[in-house]
DNA sequence: TTTAAATTTAAACAAACGTTTAATTTAAAC
DNA sequence: GTTTAAATTAAACGTTTGTTTAAATTTAAA
């Protein structure tokens, strides 16, 4: 029943994409993330996608344009994802679990496009727009504000937290490891990408977690 | 004194640089953070620079190795600033304050180079020698890691504790403010570029030093 | 002052870049 | 079967890329 909602109300906006224009952009995303939006050409891409490089053009009009229907595409519906979080009828603790677990999993989900944001957002030269992300980055952290203020309200949360830096711990230790994979691996002693791919999941995730716990809840 | 063993036991490694290859590196390091490896050209940084184009393949060789020459010039003897932090006689909770404000300090301080480390750095595509960095990853973490080791021993910090990756929390945290930067200024209310690296050195590390005790530190 | 090496320069190089063109094919509507 | 618009193609466009060349200039030692 929820799911109805969501496919109606965002679908339209993200799906105007057909088959071989998502192809595209997968592709562009994948590419992007491994060797960045300068370093990937559009022949490249269009190699990858098996279509004619002039279809880049013809579907999106410019490769910064492909950038921005790629952010569109991934970027959304993330405020509706937190929320059914947040509705739920939980203690404190587990709720804090579960958001951290959401913003990991998230983040996990879309770490590509995200780590070419997390790349171009601060660069000048380009002429992206950032809005929807700007957007989702707000929603997110609006609602783990005002969750930690309920929280602390109620005395369940200690009250000298930097609130407004919680999200930049969870997400921050995220991407800290995944962009230096090579190095986690080893460190770790993870010797497959699905032994990595599974620890980022679990371990990483129970790390965050009990980071974000530590820092908001008195002893037990 | 301290600062004698240092001149004499690194410069040489690290100074076989003249006068114009600093120019010439310090630019690039600029560039390459600002608008990435891939979007700056070598004409950009020679004319920014203040030197002709040849200039840098007739010193560095190309492009590739010009990076290589920067993360040499920045990324070594940090393993020395370590050092001194940990052998000074102080207590644990102390020392953790000191080495957590040491390493922002340090990032900080080489936040340019190590933006382009972290993306360039799992660029399958480059042959870029990344060695020096993961060797002084290596060594922070592992002095580190003997450090709160010792910590548990004493009984002074806690053991279920992802050690780890109490790094990539301390870093992650670092780059996910300093990459959205435009962001947190409006977030934080910060209207000035000083007012944001000082909040970065202040409230930031004040914050980070929180986040890695509540981790270690019982109730006290 | 002479000489040789190091530095600096403008010009040229081929290769790769993002994008556009104009011709051709495909698919659906009538 | 014809018409019409959308999709697809190969080729070409003008720039920009990193790098090299070979000549000119500066520097410093003999």
Redesign the pocket.
């Known amino acids: 029943m929820f799911s109805f909602v969501l496919v109606f109300n965002l679908r339209p906006l993200l799906m105007d994409f057909?088959e071989?224009q998502i192809q595209i952009l997968k592709v562009a995303e994948k590419l992007f993330a491994e060797i960045g939006f300068?370093g990937?050409?559009?022949?490249?891409i269009a190699k990858e996608a098996d279509?004619?490089?002039?279809?880049?053009?013809?579907y999106f009009?410019?490769?910064?344009?492909?950038l921005e229907a790629l952010l569109l595409y991934r970027v959304a519906d993330f405020k509706m994802e937190l929320e059914t979080v947040m509705v739920q009828n939980l203690p404190h603790v587990e709720k804090l679990d579960a958001l951290v677990s959401l913003m990991v999993n998230r983040i996990h989900r879309n770490r590509r496009t995200h780590k070419i944001i997390n790349y171009e957002y601060t660069n000048t030269c380009r002429q992206i727009d950032f809005d929807a992300y700007v957007e989702q980055k707000k929603d997110s952290l609006g609602i783990i504000e005002a969750f930690v203020k309920d929280g602390q309200n109620k005395g369940v949360f200690k009250t000298d937290v930097h609130t407004k830096l919680l999200g930049a711990t969870v997400i921050g230790t995220y991407f800290q490891v995944y962009n230096n994979k090579p190095f986690y691996k080893k460190l770790l002693g993870l010797d497959s990408d699905e032994a990595f791919e599974n620890y980022m999941l679990t371990s990483l995730t129970q790390h965050i977690q009990q980071t974000i716990k530590s820092l908001l809840l008195n002893e037990k």
Do not use: F, Q
Not at 40 to 44: A, F, G, I
Not at 61 to 66: I, V
């Open positions: 057909n071989k300068d990937t050409s559009v022949r490249h279509v004619n490089v002039a279809m880049i053009s013809y009009g410019s490769k910064e344009k492909l």
